[in-house]
């Protein structure tokens, strides 16, 4: 059983398309996270949430937003799509956000391809 | 930037050796996370070390965390083929923010 999955694995796509990816776990955690891997391997986070409520916006495009239907659920929806947004998503999940539950669990990435 | 600085961006072994990785970072934290990518894979979880820690160890694993110099070490005693991946340090604020190095690209060789 895969803790934290994704869809789609590999996403292609045209410039100026809105497209969404998916994030679900199974491991009963608090807190989901959305985090961006350029084609440097450097990670950034994007977005967290804690039960439903939004914990942390880094600076990101408005095209971004993400939405969390419950606390197993954390889809994020991408508007008019750059090139620039090429790079791969990861998910990641943690039980909460402090008090030693902090461990973060990450999907296997989506490989998102702007053309 | 905050974000930690890994040292060094690569490194290449012989199987059984042991590889130590850097990571220097400038804030004050809560705690230091050491991750693992294999290619093309996600990130796993290795060991997390609070500030007010000095050393952990995990299986092959060694962490040690000096806040004075704001830098951690990863060491992996006897390494193995397997051991080929990407390390990433990671710093933790608020609200469990991490922010994560360029990482440490370890290949290691039979």
């Known amino acids: 059983d895969t803790a934290v999955s994704q869809t789609p694995k590999y996403l292609v796509t045209q410039m100026g398309n809105d497209k969404s990816i998916k994030c679900e776990q199974n491991?009963?955690?608090?807190?989901m996270y959305w985090y961006k891997q350029d084609s440097k391997k450097f990670l950034k986070i994007m977005f967290s949430?804690?039960?439903?409520?939004?914990?942390i916006n880094e600076t990101v495009p408005n095209r971004f937003s993400p939405k969390s239907p419950d606390k197993a659920h954390l889809n994020l929806h991408i508007n008019s799509l750059e090139l620039g947004d090429s790079a791969v998503y990861f998910c990641?999940?943690?039980?909460?956000?402090?008090?030693?539950?902090?461990?973060?669990?990450f999907g296997p990435g989506t490989r998102l391809l702007v053309l | 930037s905050q974000q930690g600085e890994e040292d060094p961006q690569a490194l290449s072994i012989q199987e059984g050796e042991n590889a130590t990785m850097n990571c220097s970072y400038k804030?004050?934290?809560?705690?230091l996370q050491w991750y693992r990518q294999n290619s093309g894979r996600g990130l796993v979880h290795l060991i997390l070390?609070?500030?007010?820690?000095r050393e952990k160890h995990s299986g092959r694993l060694r962490v040690t965390l000096d806040t004075s110099k704001k830098s951690s070490s990863l060491l992996i005693t006897a390494s193995r083929a397997a051991d080929t991946a990407s390390y990433f340090c990671?710093?933790?604020?608020?609200?469990?923010?991490?922010?994560f190095g360029a990482g440490t690209r370890l290949a290691v060789h039979p």
């Open positions: 804030t004050s934290i809560n705690n």
């Open positions: 990641a999940s943690s039980q909460d956000s402090t008090g030693g539950k902090e461990t973060q669990y």
């Open positions: 949430y804690n039960n439903k409520e939004l914990i």
């Open positions: 491991l009963g955690h608090d807190t």
């Open positions: 990671a710093i933790s604020g608020g609200y469990n923010k991490l922010i």
């Open positions: 070390i609070r500030s007010n820690e």
